[in-house]
């Protein structure tokens, strides 16, 4: 049984560049969550969409922030522009109820 | 919106001890109660959860204990093993809402 997907594992750009970020849920669940964590802000929860419908964005931090989820097994996270203060490690999660599964994670730096 | 603490940030254990971590939640209407445990470098996974219609679930090793009218909940790990050397998180939703509110953290480390 597949777990979540997320690609690239490790994405190393610089500043100004655009960078999109890819996540397949688990098949069957119908929500999706956007996470961001660093040391310093530990676990943020940046967006989600229930039935592909975005809920909550509150957590975005700002415009160059977009998500997309145009069907069930596929969603984006971009940046643009990207900027060094976005190096985290962004993660997805699928949901079905209130239970969470986490995919393995994009490290992202930016220079 | 729901706030989630969660003491103490570090624990530090000698293998077959005990360890215990406390969570507190600020909104009585929360019911879902989900901890995760993240290795370094790797996914935070779940590993116990618990509903508000309980007060205490074992897993082998693991229990989580939830006290509605304190609006706090425990996880305990017996037995330690130097392989439960982790970060943990303790979270809560409420009914209807898919949003988990994440605990900072606390750190286990298990001396061998």
């Known amino acids: 049984d597949a777990g979540v997907i997320q690609s690239p594992r490790h994405e190393v750009t610089e500043m100004g560049q655009e960078v999109t970020l890819r996540c397949k849920p688990i098949?069957?669940?119908?929500?999706l969550f956007w996470y961001r964590q660093t040391m310093m802000r530990g676990l943020e929860l940046l967006i989600y969409?229930?039935?592909?419908?975005?809920?909550?964005d509150s957590g975005m931090p700002e415009d160059r922030f977009s998500a997309k989820m145009p069907n069930a097994s596929f969603s984006t996270l971009k940046i643009q522009p990207s900027e060094p203060r976005d190096s985290a490690v962004y993660f997805c999660?699928?949901?079905?109820?209130?239970?969470?599964?986490f995919g393995p994670g994009t490290r992202l730096l930016v220079l | 919106g729901e706030n989630v603490e969660q003491h103490p940030s570090t624990l530090s254990v000698q293998e077959g001890d005990s360890a215990v971590i406390k969570c507190t939640y600020s909104?009585?209407?929360?019911?879902?109660f989900p901890w995760y445990k993240q290795e370094l470098g790797k996914r935070p996974q779940l590993i116990i959860d618990?509903?508000?219609?309980?007060g205490e679930k074992k897993d082998q090793r693991i229990a989580v204990t939830l006290n509605k009218t304190a609006k706090h909940f425990s996880l305990h790990i017996t037995e330690t093993q130097p392989e439960d050397s982790a970060v943990y998180f303790c979270?809560?939703?409420?009914?209807?809402?898919?949003?988990?509110?994440f605990g900072a953290g606390t750190t286990v480390t298990v001396r061998a």
């Open positions: 999660a699928s949901g079905l109820g209130e239970t969470q599964y």
């Open positions: 618990i509903r508000s219609n309980v």
């Open positions: 969409f229930n039935n592909n419908v975005p809920i909550d």
């Open positions: 098949s069957g669940h119908n929500s």
């Open positions: 909104d009585s209407a929360s019911n879902y």
């Open positions: 979270a809560a939703s409420r009914p209807g809402d898919y949003k988990l509110s």
